[in-house]
């Protein structure tokens, strides 16, 4: 009798387990993409911001590091052709070198003959258009650095707001209820400071090669003007 109950106490126990491990085992994978997707609606501007983001990154990653390049051989070239009076070969050096520091040397050598601080302010004014150039479409940078992560705390205090009007319409405060409809929510938020990380990081990246060009060439200009005055 004794080994018939235990026998009875094993099996039910063995039955127990088995739906135990069914229940708490169900598959709970979810692929990268519908874990994103569960973000809700605002996931969508905050795509679009990171889309633009990269394209205005590229952009300008290739037009500023094309057009910063200078030619340590370009002033020498031309202080010898200034030496020797040939300033129309000086012109015809800078103008087929199609960079910023060559549109800049172009417009001291257009002015030669002038005054010294004309031809200077002449240069300097041509150095601020080619930074203007550069620096364009830079200002957007900055602004989807604070947008995005605003737009992702927008997106997760409106889900807050839902699930809490879902407790006060089903009276359902279940730890389970309020988790799952939070970390929904918060993957907007995750979403927009990432963009605005990038963004924010693009921005002082491109800035600093802007600043670097402009320290350059700034040293070329002086270098110019001595060079005039040298003739």
């Known amino acids: 009798m004794f080994t018939f109950l235990q026998l009875q106490t094993d099996t039910i126990a063995s039955a127990?387990?088995?739906v135990v491990i069914e229940k708490i085992a169900p598959n709970t994978e979810i692929s990268v993409l519908g874990f994103i997707l569960k973000g809700g609606f605002f996931l969508i501007p905050i795509a679009i911001l990171l889309f633009y983001t990269f394209y205005v990154i590229i952009e300008r990653y290739l037009y500023i590091t094309k057009a910063s390049k200078t030619d340590s051989k370009l002033i020498q070239e031309v202080?010898?052709?200034l030496n020797s009076g040939n300033i129309e070969m000086a012109r015809i050096i800078v103008e087929r070198n199609n960079t910023s520091a060559a549109n800049i040397l172009?417009?001291?050598?257009?002015v030669i003959g002038r005054?010294?601080?004309?031809i200077e302010s002449n240069m300097d004014?041509?150095?601020?258009?080619?930074i203007g150039e550069m620096e364009r479409r830079l200002g957007h940078l900055g602004l989807i650095a604070g947008i995005a992560p605003t737009l992702g705390f927008v997106g997760t205090i409106s889900g807050v707001i839902k699930i809490f009007y879902s407790i006060s319409v089903t009276e359902n405060i279940s730890i389970g209820n309020i988790s799952g409809g939070l970390y929904e929510k918060m993957i907007s938020s995750g979403a927009g400071l990432i963009v605005g990380i990038i963004a924010y990081?693009?921005?002082?990246?491109?800035?600093?090669?802007?600043?670097d060009f402009a320290l350059k060439i700034q040293k070329q200009i002086l270098e110019f003007v001595n060079i005039i005055q040298r003739a």
């Open 16 to 18: 127990a387990s088995n």
């Open 79 to 81: 202080g010898d052709k």
């Open 106 to 110: 172009k417009e001291g050598v257009l």
């Open 115 to 118: 005054p010294i601080a004309e």
């Open 125 to 130: 004014r041509a150095a601020d258009i080619e």
């Open 201 to 211: 990081s693009a921005y002082h990246i491109l800035n600093g090669k802007i600043d």
